[in-house]
């Protein structure tokens, strides 16, 4: 069973804070990503990543910045955290050799206040 | 870029059929997908077809009309544990890494 796990289920930030989001596969999948979800808005991607060392940006990638130094873990960054950025961080990943399919993260609801 | 529309919202009754649908651009096309999401938690994957038709999964079922660009999703036997959010995805113009997310059907199902 693959598992992708999120450091957090839960984070409250202040604003200006640096925030570290941090995802891990344990299914050795070569593809990861990370999307924010807002009611009204569904899931955006904001960057991924096709492989260790690689990334690309996403449809919202502003005020972010993505690492992945290993091939399991691919982190998110909010170099200075903002109140619009209060939202559900999910991350997925695939293996492009298996399937398209995504297996996402429990996700990690984000406050910013 | 790639649009995917989907309706907002539906509500249905337990032990009936309701089919949710799905309209995407078909340029480039690699495959369509629906995932169900139940509030508070992640998506997990329900279904992939590339090909023209309907592929049947026990009391779920999804149809694509690659012509159309269009795809549905029906449900049947409805229980209410099936309240939750539906999302169709499409390849992006990149292929189908990375997908383009709908917005999502909230399905309520009501005794």
């Known amino acids: 069973d693959v598992k992708v796990t999120q450091s957090s289920r839960y984070l409250v930030k202040r604003t200006g804070e640096k925030v570290f989001l941090e995802c891990v596969q344990d299914?050795?999948?070569?593809?990861m990503f990370w999307y924010r979800q807002d009611p009204g808005l569904g899931l955006r991607l904001i960057y991924f990543?096709?492989?260790?060392?690689?990334?690309e940006k996403g449809d919202i990638p502003e005020g972010y910045s993505v690492s992945r130094e290993k091939k399991e873990r691919f982190s998110l960054i909010l170099e200075s955290a903002s109140t619009n950025q209060t939202s559900m961080y999910l991350c997925?990943?695939?293996?492009?050799?298996?399937?398209?399919?995504?297996?996402f993260g429990p996700g990690t609801r984000l406050t910013v206040t | 870029g790639q649009n995917i529309d989907q309706p907002t919202e539906m509500t249905a009754t337990e032990g009936a059929i309701v089919q949710i649908n799905c309209t995407y651009q078909?340029?480039?096309?690699?495959?369509l997908f629906w995932y169900q999401q139940h509030a508070g938690e992640a998506p997990t994957f329900l279904s992939y077809?590339?090909?023209?038709g309907l592929e049947e999964k026990g009391r779920f079922s999804s149809f694509l009309s690659r012509s159309k660009g269009y795809s549905y999703l029906l449900l049947k036997e409805l229980q209410m544990k099936d309240s939750a959010s539906y999302l169709c995805?499409?390849?992006?113009?990149?292929?189908?890494?990375?997908?383009?997310f709908g917005k999502g059907t909230r399905l309520s199902v009501i005794a």
């Open positions: 995805a499409g390849p992006s113009e990149k292929g189908n890494t990375p997908l383009v």
């Open positions: 997925a990943s695939l293996d492009r050799r298996q399937s398209y399919e995504q297996y």
């Open positions: 078909t340029s480039g096309f690699n495959g």
């Open positions: 077809n590339v090909l023209d």
């Open positions: 990543s096709y492989d260790v060392k690689m990334k």
């Open positions: 299914m050795d999948h070569e593809n």
